[in-house]
């Protein structure tokens, strides 16, 4: 964080205020590779990124770039429809500026989704995984610089970063739409090389169940301003060693999508408990 970070969400709240009028969205969204379907089943405003101050856009393939909004079940949401990453050279600052706002457009919970690599070998691709808590071993931290008290404080406590409540909420929302779900750890290394099979031993050995490229410093940015967070994570591969075929990115994608029935029950089941 810089000493400019607080005006730099001002600017993009105040520029998303200005298209959406002052509605308050209740619970913020976070959509994951190939996962971006849910931001399209929103009948609301879908504000580009590039259409606001200080949003970076991903180049990834399979993220959009849309902040959306709509209603599920009574529910306002606004929903990132698409992320960007630290591995694509963006500022951590830049990576987090997302979640930030849609904390100051005063949302009350955030639920983030992303692909992960999974730990274990008696897991498949396509398992659905609720956070339970994460590693960071990315190095890297959004917190990092002088400490802004106007968003949180300078030591937040991560005891209970993903919710206990939230988790809840998901797990009940699984069994009622009878989608079997995990739950882990996730384990947070900055890409964009998949791991090596080294380093997914050690990252099991320190016991994760997944592992990824987002989602830790969206949630350390969360906490901090003292949003609650529920994650859930699609498992698209067994990570690198553990299934024993190589790992490519249009595979993650597919996995992901071919997922997305599920997923969009999930999460619409999900909003309606968190937000109620
Ligand atoms: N490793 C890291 N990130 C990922 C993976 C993986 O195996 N799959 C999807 N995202």
Redo the contacts with the bound molecule.
Sequence with gaps: MDIDTAHRISATVDAVRARVGARVPSIGVVL??GLGAFGDTLTGPKIAYSELPNMATSKVVGHAGNLCFGDVGGVSVVCMQGRVHYYEGHSIDAVVHGVRTMARLGVRAVLIT?????VESTWSAGDLMVITDHLNLAGASPLIGPNDASLGPRFPDMTEAYDPELRQMLREVARDEKVPLREGIYAW?T?PT??TPAE?RMVRGLGAQ?????TVPEVVALRHMGVRVGALS???????GIGGQK?D?AE?EAT?RSRREDLLRLLRGWIMKAGA
């Design positions: 994951g590779s992303n692909a992960a690599g999974g290394l890409g998949y791991e997914v997944a592992v990824g490229m987002s699609c498992i698209t591969n067994l990570a690198a790992l990115h993650v992901a």
